[in-house]
């Protein structure tokens, strides 16, 4: 009985000890720099947040932020390193929903999303607009449906790739409106864009940002928008919600994640470091001019919706018979 009091004794010992490192490791957070592993090449739009909010958290974590972008992979490549990277608080990853929600309905990954990270907080939300060629006879979200109806099986749509959110979207439209259209993948945004406006391509989903500057030089129109609010640099277009599509209620977003186990008072006191830093005018105003905001949530908001999204977007990639080709 005295050997079983010593040895209790011992085990509630170390686990106070364990406890009051643990404490101590996350009183001094961070101690050391801060690796952001952004899975695309520099000079895009997400690239480019990035830097911004780098430059901000600097400052107010008093720590060194390394920028690491690795792409590859659709997102794959850098997400798996963070995924599986010590958690410690010492890597964030910047990601967008394709390699987080969509892609594990469409392919098998080398680690779960739904287990291997931790959802931190919202940087931007992208929705997702409806564009047409400029010469199109569409000059409506109306007219768009009759014009599918007359011409149905002749139409096409583009998407930056298979699986995508792109994709997803036009394949979801294509089926609500039985247009009959085909799909034609492209490797990026700039060709998608190119041949839609040549008119090669008679509709496409695409990110607000690239939208607002092709729709301001005159060459697309936009007829619609995702999510449940309109945008304020667009304010004429309806959202798919008006117009009774609520399949399309689901928005884009920049967010950060963490690997799973990364203590959660770093978690919240990133979350809260980060929100600070989607308030400053610099952040808002670079937002606004791209038809971006943000969403103020925390840790349990965000975790919530990452899942209950993935959960969507399965749906949807379920009922079309979406897959990575």
Sequence with gaps: MKILRVLLAGLTTGLLLSGAAAAQGTADYP?????????FPPGGAIDTLARKVADDLRKRLNATIIVDNKPGA???LGTDVVAKS???????????????EQLPWMQKLPYDPMKDLQPVSIAALVPVALIVPSTSPAKSFAEFVEFSRANRGKMSFASLGNGSTAHIFGETLNAKLNAGAVHVAYKGDAPAMLDLVGGQIHYM???VASSIAFQDRGSVRVLAVTGRQRIPALANAPTFSELGMTEFDLLG???????????????????????ETYKTKEYTDYLT????????????????????EHEKWGRLVKSHNIRIE
């Design 31 to 39: 101690s050391r720099s801060i690796r952001m592993v952004v899975p």
């Design 74 to 76: 659709g997102t794959i």
């Design 86 to 100: 010590p958690p410690d608080g010492y890597t964030l990853l910047l990601n967008a929903p394709g390699g987080i």
């Design 205 to 207: 989903f695409n990110n």
């Design 253 to 275: 977003w920049f967010a950060f994640f963490m690997p799973a186990g990364t203590p959660r008072p770093i978690v919240e006191r990133l979350n809260a470091a980060l929100r």
């Design 289 to 308: 001019s791209a038809g971006l905001s943000t969403s103020d949530v925390g840790v349990a908001q965000f975790t919530r919706q990452v899942r209950d």
